[in-house]
């Protein structure tokens, strides 16, 4: 109904649709009657179910950039959308819902995974900005020859295609466009010649932009030192072999038992397997420039979270049996009582809850909490109960008055 603009936030078209057949049917059924009857009747409660907003895809520099193609997920699945103001469905009724954006364009990544809280309204006026910047990928070769630029090295990229392609060298240095999760083999020559295998996703390149945002993926090669020969090793802090663990070696993405060759001063960017994380060496280890075989051992530990109560008034430790669960956004479930160790993924969001037979009730963690390796305590606060205890006796003799009935008001 053109007189009534807010209803087509309140319910989708469909709805409409099953509205406008009760009604035929319903005026069908009333036909052919000679008394007057009352007039039909129909309540539908309604509640918001969309939200205006403004989507915008900016370079570094803030320009627009009109070709990118934007997707949004409130779930587990994705939904294309454009750019500009627009009305998003975002379930809930009103209440706060996650919505996760993310924009692509060829050669650029987004600088990192956005998400916001939005809620549905029936509120047209005033949009929700939602701005996405996109970073150029770029890889930064650097060849040296000892302690100099080796201006005079001869410097080849080749990707997946299998084709070669000469990069110009500027002081030592050549740049050149990176795809993501494809291998890449650079090679830089003299009189001698090195070469190193890279290959990094989406989340390689945005952990090296943790300080500097569309900085250029660097790599480094030495002329002057030989490449040594690296046998890579992973496992748990018992020795247990962690077959499934990939190791970022380089901006190579390597399994445990891999044999690879690399300059010396390759480094170690990380390690990743759900559920552990790097004990030793640390990230940052490099390879050293006098050895020729190099074993790399490489230790996780298990991501253990202790969970405890604590009386939300006194701030003090409270010792009642109770259960905790831990859900993940995936429905993956971990159960165990309040004290135990519980084995649990890093930046993964949980829903945490809290039951007991007694009348606790759970304050804290109410929208859930997120994990860093550096955390292995949860403190839940609770509401304790406060218990009355009455006992009633004669003024006299103080004997105990098993019957008095007591009224509290």
């Known amino acids: 109904d053109p007189r009534y603009p807010f209803l087509k936030r309140v319910c989708e078209r469909p709805t409409w649709r099953a509205l406008h057949a009760w009604i035929q049917v319903a005026g069908v059924k009333r036909q052919g ?14 509640c918001p179910g969309r939200c205006l907003v403004d989507l915008r895809v900016v370079d570094a520099t803030g320009a627009p950039l009109s070709d990118a193609a934007i997707r ?56 929700t900005l939602v701005l996405l910047k996109l970073f150029p990928l770029k890889l930064r070769i650097r060849v040296t020859d000892g302690l100099e630029p080796a201006r005079g090295a001869r410097i080849t990229i080749m990707g997946g295609d299998g084709e070669e392609t000469s990069l110009v060298n500027r002081e030592g240095v050549g740049e050149t466009s990176l795809t993501l999760d494809e291998a890449l083999v650079v090679t830089a020559s003299t009189a001698v010649t090195r070469h190193v ?41 018992d020795g247990k072999i962690l077959e499934a663990a990939e190791v970022d070696f380089g901006g190579r993405r390597l399994t445990s038992g891999d044999v690879v060759e690399v300059p010396p001063l390759t480094e170690l960017k990380g390690c990743f397997l759900s559920g552990y994380v790097l004990d030793a060496p640390s990230v940052g280890w490099r390879v050293p420039t006098d050895a020729d075989e190099v074993a790399l051992c490489v230790k996780m530990r298990p991501t253990l979270v202790t969970s405890r109560l604590v009386d939300a008034r006194s701030g003090t430790i409270v010792d009642t049996p109770a259960d905790v669960t831990l859900t993940s956004q995936d429905g993956t479930t ?27 009730k759970q304050v804290s963690h109410r929208d859930g909490v997120t994990f860093t390796p550096q955390e292995s305590l949860l403190d839940i606060r609770v509401d304790v109960p406060s218990r009355l205890v009455v006992d009633v006796r004669d003024a006299d003799t103080n004997a105990p008055l098993l019957d008095a009935v007591l009224s509290l008001n």
């Open 72 to 127: 949004m997920k409130t779930s587990e699945e994705w939904t294309t959308i454009q750019q500009g103001v627009q009305d998003i469905r975002v379930p809930g009724g009103g209440d706060l819902r996650k919505v996760h954006f993310d924009a692509s364009l060829e050669g650029h990544l987004l600088d990192k995974e956005h998400a916001c809280d939005l809620r549905a309204t029936y509120d047209e006026d005033e949009p």
């Open 334 to 360: 971990i159960s165990g009582q309040v004290g135990d160790a519980l084995h649990i993924t890093c930046d993964v969001p949980y829903d945490i809850r809290v039951t007991s037979s007694t009348d606790l």
């Open 33 to 46: 009657f000679d008394v007057a009857l009352p007039p039909l009747k129909l309540a539908v409660r309604a």
């Open 197 to 237: 295998t890279l290959r990094y996703s989406a989340d390689d390149v945005r952990r090296s932009w943790a300080n500097a945002p569309g900085a250029p993926v660097t790599c480094d090669l030495d002329l002057a030192r030989a490449n040594a020969h690296v046998t890579i090793t992973v496992t748990d802090l």
